[in-house]
């Protein structure tokens, strides 16, 4: 039996490639942004492009263009 609590937190496969190319076509975006995205990209290639929700969140708020996301906000 699937619980719904498993449906909810479930790794996601993710183009790794596509946002990078996001990430490297965005303007405007600080530096230490530019390196929390970067690792969060990178974490998931060391994954096998499979993301947690979490850091499926971070890759989508990024490509809708929301780049105030960081952990110390």
């Given at each position: 039996?699937?619980k719904l609590?498993d449906?909810l ?15 490297n076509?965005?303007n405007?975006v600080?530096l230490?942004s530019?390196?929390?995205f970067?690792?969060v990209i990178?974490?998931?290639?060391r994954?096998g ?9 971070v890759l989508?708020?990024?490509r809708?263009g929301?780049y ?6």
């Amino acid at each position: 039996m699937i619980k719904l609590v498993d449906l909810l937190f479930e790794n996601k496969k993710v183009s790794t490639d596509y946002y990078q190319q996001v990430l490297n076509i965005s303007n405007g975006v600080s530096l230490s942004s530019r390196k929390y995205f970067q690792s969060v990209i990178d974490s998931v290639k060391r994954q096998g492009d499979m993301a947690t929700p979490r850091q499926y969140d971070v890759l989508e708020k990024m490509r809708k263009g929301d780049y105030s996301y960081h952990p110390r906000n």
